[in-house]
């Protein structure tokens, strides 16, 4: 599900509430990457909000973020004198199939940031490009590891929402190399997942 704001002038609210109804013992959990767990009473998570994310008019990131207040998701919008408005911002909501808890939570892992992101993915980029039978699909796919995640995810929760191109290239690099794939971006969890579908 997607929930896009539009923050229209420097007047606007810059906070926006989600309240959730929290049953059977369920709970929010704020995650280290900054996307927020909806986990069932037994603590596996049941759905997710990604990590947010806002533009301005120009196309330049807003840095933004969530709060949790007991059954609330607040994301937060940090605009500034330079902020091109409007701005629009989204928290992306994903409701996990149980096979696919493990994998979405190993996803929402490599949200990593600064340094250790160019690092973790430079290093997964090798890998992949050094198996030639993948480059053709990983570049259908984007070329960068980012891009071939956030199709992936969407694979796992609704291939539906795939083009027909997309879907062929990430079928494609699934079936020629999926261990070198999943295992380079250390998501082993996401490769059992693909072995058994």
Known sequence: MQTLIEIADAGSPTEY???????????LQ???SGAVFVNDATGLPA????V???FDANGAPVPTS?????????????TSAVTAYPVVADPDFWWIVTNSAG??????????????????????DRIVRAAAALGKYYDAL?????????????????????????????????????????NAVGLGTCYSLVKGS
């Open 142 to 182: 984007g070329g960068k590891i980012d891009k071939v995640i956030g199709i992936f995810k969407k694979w796992i929760n609704n291939k539906a929402s795939l083009t027909r191109k997309q879907l062929t290239a990430l079928e494609g690099l699934i079936r020629e190399g999926a261990k070198i794939f999943f």
């Open 47 to 50: 759905a997710m909000l990604d």
């Open 30 to 32: 704020l995650q280290p």
């Open 66 to 78: 969530f709060r949790v207040e007991g059954s609330t998701v607040v994301q937060v919008v940090d």
């Open 52 to 54: 947010p994310w806002a």
């Open 103 to 124: 994998c979405l939570a190993e996803i929402a892992g490599l949200s990593l940031v600064g340094a250790k992101a160019v690092q973790v993915f430079a290093k997964a």
């Open 17 to 27: 509430a989600f309240p959730f109804e929290m049953v059977g013992g369920s709970s």
